[in-house]
C-alpha cells in the first residue's frame, strides 16, 4: 500500500489551497492504487480523507460575500429590534456594528447586558456562515458572557470561529467601543444539526 498524505494530516488547521492540493493528490493517487476505485478495504482510510477533504473543499469552495450575510441579518426577524448591521467580515470571523438606543438602557444610564449577548449570538452566527455557507443551519448551544465595562455609546461586536467541527462549532466573541475599549468576552458554542 502507497502511504498517503491525507493520511497523517488533521484537515481542520490546514489552509484551502493547501486542503485542495492534497485532496486532489490522494483522489488521484487513491484512484491509480485501487485500479479506479475507492471502495477497496486495504485502502480505506485514504478513500475515508479523500471524501473528507472533497467535502471540505465544497464547504470551502462556496464563499460567502457580503452581500449574502447582509440579506441574512435583514432577514432575521429578531435583528429588528436590535438594528445590528455589518461591518466586516472574512473566513470565520465578523464584526457588527451595533447603534446606540435609549431603548437599550437599562438602570444607570448604561446599555443593557441582553444587547451585548444579543450582538455576540448573530456576530458569531454569521462569523460560521462565512465558513459553512448560508444554506446550512446552525444553533446556539451554550454562550458564556463576562462584563468587562459599561457602555453608554454604539459599539462593535467581532466574532471569530476557533474550531469548526463537523457537528460542534465553537468561538468567542468581543465588544468593544470604535475606540477599542474592551466591553464584553463572550465564548460560544454552536451546533450544526
Not at 65 to 70: A, G, M, P
Not at 76 to 84: D, E, I, P, R, T
Not at 93 to 104: G, I
Request: proline residues 5%; contains cysteine; aromatic residues 8%.
Amino acid at each position: 500500500m502507497i502511504p498517503l498524505v491525507s493520511d497523517r494530516l488533521d484537515f481542520q488547521n490546514i489552509g484551502p489551497q493547501l486542503l485542495f492540493t492534497i485532496s486532489v493528490f490522494s483522489i488521484v493517487a487513491t484512484i491509480l492504487v485501487e485500479g479506479g476505485t475507492l471502495g477497496s478495504a486495504a485502502h480505506a482510510p485514504s478513500a475515508f480523507f479523500a471524501k473528507r477533504a472533497m467535502k471540505q473543499c465544497v464547504e470551502m469552495a462556496s464563499p460567502v460575500t457580503r452581500s449574502d450575510l447582509e440579506q441574512l441579518l435583514s432577514k432575521a426577524v429578531f435583528n429588528q429590534g436590535y438594528g445590528l448591521s455589518l461591518h466586516s467580515h472574512g473566513d470565520g470571523e465578523c464584526t457588527l456594528a451595533v447603534p446606540f438606543r435609549p431603548e437599550f438602557l437599562r438602570p444607570g444610564g448604561i446599555v443593557g447586558g441582553p444587547i451585548f449577548m444579543a450582538a455576540a449570538d448573530v456576530a458569531m452566527w454569521l462569523a460560521i456562515a462565512t465558513r459553512i455557507g448560508t444554506e446550512e443551519d446552525c444553533v446556539t448551544v451554550e454562550m458564556k458572557t463576562n462584563f468587562l465595562s459599561a457602555a453608554r455609546e454604539e459599539f462593535r461586536c467581532t466574532a471569530r470561529v476557533l474550531k469548526l467541527g463537523k457537528r460542534i462549532v465553537y468561538g468567542t466573541a468581543e465588544c468593544a467601543t470604535r475606540e477599542g475599549k474592551l466591553l464584553t468576552h463572550h465564548t460560544l458554542t454552536y451546533i450544526r444539526p
